[in-house]
């Protein structure tokens, strides 16, 4: 039986996320304003500046690239991510409290410290991956880990470990205990784990500013660099892209679990 | 247990002084590139570079997007090389935590305070008399190019205040922007924004005793209070063209764009006449093809046709003098000739930089950033 929320607190909640999607709003109206600058409210409707998206080499370039950094971060993130919660949550040792903070504190560190940091870093050690891709990659993989492992333990926390002793107690080996039991229970948790590694490494700037390969901009430096020399709304244009991945991906991955829950449920 | 009856014989002495020797020379062989690159030598033809890749730090954006075409992709044809762009400014920590004798670009584009911060810093770039010998572009311009002492700067703005005109009469004097009439409705710029590294040394000037008068200057912007403050250029041309800015502090070409788009602004330059400089520096440490393609890069940009496209473009005007002036600019009186060039002033960036932290900390203060 579903409980009733009290109006004053539906209505706040109803406020408060329109407040919070409000500046999505703004960047789509802005992006699609017929006027010079990224301005708001827009002066009057156009598809000009989408159209100046879709035509911007550097633009289109930027966005795909972010597309695939994001995808290979998310793959990546998802696997070390998992591990490091599933260890975390299994295993029984003094200082597991620390190590949880250490592997969850790229998300409390400024992006800009980290950045620098593995700059810094990647040069010191003779690595020759300054401002690569690879280097690049490790900085998001970095920064987006922690989501996962934030989501994944709490998925992991709600999971009776029993169940799997149970599957264990039958015959099934470790890894298939792992991939028939626990896994489908925590899969909710590591699946909005990846989605939320996909959204920060494709939004990223901090981490990116000081480990950006030359030649491989991802979109949201692409779109700084845009506002620093041009303020027009293609930066806004590129806004509304950017928008419509995320939600499509979110979109995509809810469609992909339910599907998945109605083939269980056959 | 055995023992070891080998005589030392003069062949064995001879050997071991070669090993020695040969040893001794290891470290010289990595460290060689400095020879070789104050070596380098470059006469303004066309050669093959085999294919190198020429690291540049410049900006990015529809900037990238025009340079690109209107000259790098031309050079690397033209050159044989690969163009690695690199638009992720700043420049300055990277260049600090590479090292000078590992660049981290080959040439770099860059407005003078942050070229000044990373000049100081260590033995990153050739000095102004080192690129002029081997860029044959530089005989024809103007002198205050080479003010940097580390670069040649190919295009320049002065700065100014851009007003609208449908607020009262025009502006005519620095102290207008503190006029009454222009209360709350004043820009100026975030403190990591070199126009207002450029406004801050020219209200010292003006309301103090000279351009080091910090005091003077905090005094006189804290008056101007309240500012908007915008971090870019255009995001200001936006406040003026909305009516929500009536002053601003800006550069020429950019604010003469939005008069030529009917908007009823106009522009004042400040009588201390201050400029934006586009400056590029060639690292040092460069290899030596680099340095070379580098040498060759800075030289097509001073080509009066790339100044020319780059100036209809964007409205800068050029250190060339064999370049022409954009029609637009023309119209407004401006003219490239060496009276018209001979008042510029170069604010001291060398006490800027000294005094940074502390300028930042009391301009954020102020700002109630």
């Excluded at chain 1, 620098?116 to 003779?126: D, K, P, R, V």
Aim: hydrophobic share 45%; aromatic share 14%.
């Amino acid at each position: 039986m579903g409980k009733k929320i009290p109006l004053p607190m539906m209505i706040l909640a109803i406020l408060g996320f329109c407040y919070m999607l409000l500046p999505i709003v703004i960047v789509v109206l802005a992006g699609l304003t017929a006027g010079e600058f990224l301005t708001f409210p827009p002066k009057g409707l156009s598809f000009r500046w989408v159209i100046a998206f879709l035509q911007s080499e550097k633009y289109l370039s930027s966005f795909f690239f972010s597309f695939k950094l994001a995808l290979m971060t998310m793959v990546i993130s998802t696997i070390l991510g998992t591990a490091v919660a599933l260890f975390l949550s299994r295993a029984q040792f003094v200082g597991r409290g620390a190590m949880r903070a250490f592997f969850l504190s790229p998300v409390v560190l400024p992006g800009v410290v980290i950045g620098f940091a593995l700059y810094a870093f990647f040069i010191s050690t003779g690595m020759g991956i300054s401002r690569t891709i690879w280097g690049l990659s490790i900085g998001h993989i970095l920064y987006s880990t922690p989501y996962v492992i934030g989501t994944v333990g709490a998925a992991l926390a709600s999971y009776n470990v029993s169940l799997e002793e149970a599957a264990r107690s039958l015959g099934a080996s470790p890894l298939r205990a792992f991939r028939k039991v626990t896994l489908p229970n925590i899969a909710q948790g590591i699946q909005a784990g990846s989605i939320f590694a996909f959204i920060v490494s494709f939004g990223q700037f901090e981490v990116s500013l000081f480990l950006s390969a030359p030649n491989s901009e991802p979109l949201p430096i692409a779109m700084y660099n845009s506002l620093r020399y041009k303020f027009d709304p293609s930066a806004a244009a590129a806004g509304i892209f950017a928008i419509t991945l995320v939600i499509a991906s979110v979109l995509l991955t809810n469609r992909l679990v339910n599907i998945r829950r109605l083939l269980e449920k056959q | 247990m055995k023992k070891d009856n080998k005589n030392v014989t003069r062949r064995s002495v001879l050997k071991t002084g070669l090993a020695l020797s040969a040893a001794a020379a290891v470290p010289s062989i990595f460290n060689i590139n400095h020879a070789w690159a104050q070596d380098v030598t470059y006469d303004g033809k066309v050669f093959d570079a085999g294919g190198a890749t020429l690291n540049i730090g410049e900006w990015g954006g529809g900037w990238e997007e025009f340079v690109r075409s209107a000259l790098t992709n031309q050079f690397e044809k033209d050159f044989n090389c690969k163009i690695n762009w690199d638009s992720s400014f700043p420049w300055f920590p990277k260049f600090v935590t590479k090292g000078a004798k590992d660049p981290v670009y080959d040439i770099a584009n860059w407005n003078l305070p942050n070229l000044t911060q990373t000049k100081n810093a260590g033995d990153f770039f050739l000095n102004t008399d080192e690129v002029r010998a081997n860029v044959p572009n530089t005989a024809n311009c103007w002198e205050f190019a080479f003010a940097s002492g580390a670069g040649v700067t190919w295009a320049y703005q002065p700065y100014v205040y851009a007003y609208r005109t449908d607020r009262g009469k025009a502006v005519n004097n620095f102290r207008d922007f503190w006029a009454a009439r222009f209360a709350n409705k004043r820009g100026t710029y975030g403190t990591e924004n070199g126009l207002m590294h450029a406004f801050f040394m020219a209200t010292a000037r003006e309301f103090g005793k000279d351009q080091y008068d910090m005091n003077a200057a905090f005094k006189a912007l804290e008056d101007a209070m309240p500012m908007k403050v915008s971090e870019f250029t255009f995001n200001m041309l936006s406040l003026l063209e909305r009516g929500e800015v009536d002053i601003a502090v800006h550069i020429e070409g950019e604010a003469l764009s939005l008069k030529q788009k009917g908007v009823p602004v106009d522009v004042w330059q400040w009588d201390s006449h201050p400029i934006l400089t586009q400056t590029k520096t060639i690292s040092r440490y460069a290899k030596p093809m680099q340095k070379k393609l580098a040498f060759a890069l800075l030289n097509r940009t001073l080509e009066p046709s790339f100044l020319n496209a780059f100036g209809d473009k964007f409205l800068w005007r050029p250190t060339n003098s064999k370049a022409t002036i954009t029609a637009s600019l023309a119209k407004e009186g401006v003219m490239n000739t060496a009276s018209a060039t001979e008042a510029f002033w170069v604010p001291d960036w060398n006490f800027f930089v000294k005094n940074k932290l502390e300028i930042t900390d009391r301009l954020n203060a102020i700002f109630g950033l």
